[in-house]
């Protein structure tokens, strides 16, 4: 009962993967390569992530869906230069996070990126107005009055909230904090906005504006928006949403519009595992439990697919694999 699993093995295949030249997601504007975080804390190691890869686009607006725990504010604290990986690399635009100097960090967070955090008491100074606080970055980084004006007017009136311009944030509901707060992070123009549960604190119908503001800006700036969130319902508002388990992408979702013969347009959303670059492929809890999958696996390599067993003998159906079997 000899398998292809003898040539290549599992082994060689992961080395083939990792020895790959570091050309890994030359094009996207984001590249995290195999993240690692762990947290040393009362000589307890968690391990935050573990071994992460993910790209994201220039323009694109993806979502980060992850259960509580899974990594996902450690990734972003990566991203936003608050924080440095324990190993990995990681990629924003032509900045390199881990090989920045203080100074480049400063630099990379006023001018790269822009961010949305969860606690809207994080993203708006209390005693300023809105418009206050939408002028604050800009006039840090030494922006002219007439041109900090005119885009604090602009970026209020594309995120729907100019007429709370001269209120400070307790006079506004949650969802307009939050989307003052979009217009704060994009203040000064940066090519990436990151935002962390930016919708943790509002009920549906408010969330459902704050995702709106983020696809307007995606839409009319082009500002490239990762959204990280708990709540899977988001990914019916983007166009790409990656799944986040154990510290480590696992599953995507793709929606795309199709239009039909008579005309009319319809979404397809399409689920994909995620192969990292070591060759590793997280299956969903549903296909292990109902064939019982459990520690050894057999693999088969086909035409055009891979096959996979459970490592015992199947007495009713005679499906071990050997040269002919097909799925
Ligand atoms: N500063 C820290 N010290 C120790 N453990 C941490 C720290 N920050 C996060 N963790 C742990 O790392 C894991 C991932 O946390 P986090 O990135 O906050 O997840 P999420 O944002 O998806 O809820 C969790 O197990 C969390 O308890
Ligand atoms: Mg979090």
Redesign the pocket.
């Known amino acids: 009962m000899t398998t292809k699993l003898d040539e290549p093995t599992l082994g060689a295949l992961e080395e083939r993967a990792l020895r790959r030249p570091g050309t890994f997601g030359e094009h996207a504007l984001v590249a995290c390569d195999s993240l690692v975080?762990i947290?040393?804390?009362e000589g307890i190691e968690?391990?935050?992530?573990q071994g992460l890869d993910l790209l994201v686009d220039a323009g694109e607006l993806v979502a980060i869906v992850?259960?509580?725990?899974?990594?996902?504010?450690?990734?972003?604290?990566v991203l936003s230069g608050l924080d440095a990986p324990t190993a990995g690399r990681v990629r924003v635009g032509d900045w390199d996070l881990m090989a920045m100097s203080a100074r480049q960090r400063v630099d990379y967070r006023r001018s790269m990126v822009g961010f949305v955090w969860q606690q809207t008491a994080r993203n708006l100074v209390p005693y300023l107005t809105a418009a206050e606080n939408v002028d604050l970055p800009m006039a840090l980084a030494g922006v002219r009055r007439k041109e900090r004006a005119t885009r604090t007017a602009d970026l209020l009136a594309m995120l729907g909230v100019a007429s709370c311009a001269d209120r400070r944030p307790g006079q506004l509901s949650g969802g307009q904090q939050q989307r003052v707060a979009i217009a704060v992070g994009l203040a000064n123009r940066p090519q990436v906005l990151f935002a962390?549960?930016p919708t943790g604190e509002l009920d549906t119908a408010t969330s459902a504006d704050v995702l709106d503001g983020l696809r307007t800006i995606n839409r009319e700036l082009g500002t490239t928006v990762v959204v990280?969130t708990?709540d899977a319902g988001v990914s019916e508002h983007v166009q790409r949403t990656v799944a986040?388990r154990d510290?480590r992408t696992s599953s995507e979702v793709v929606r795309t519009t199709r239009t039909h013969e008579d005309g009319t347009e319809h979404t397809v959303a399409e689920e994909f595992a995620v192969l990292d670059r070591a060759g590793r492929v997280q299956l969903p809890q549903e296909y292990r439990e109902t064939l019982d999958l459990v520690g050894r696996v057999r693999l088969a390599l086909e035409d055009s697919h891979i096959s996979l067993w459970p490592d015992r003998p199947r007495a009713a159906t005679p499906t071990v694999p050997d040269e002919e079997t097909t799925r």
């Open positions: 975080r947290y040393q804390s968690v391990q935050a992530l992850g259960a509580s725990g899974s990594g996902k504010s450690t990734l972003l604290a962390d549960e990280v708990h986040i510290g």
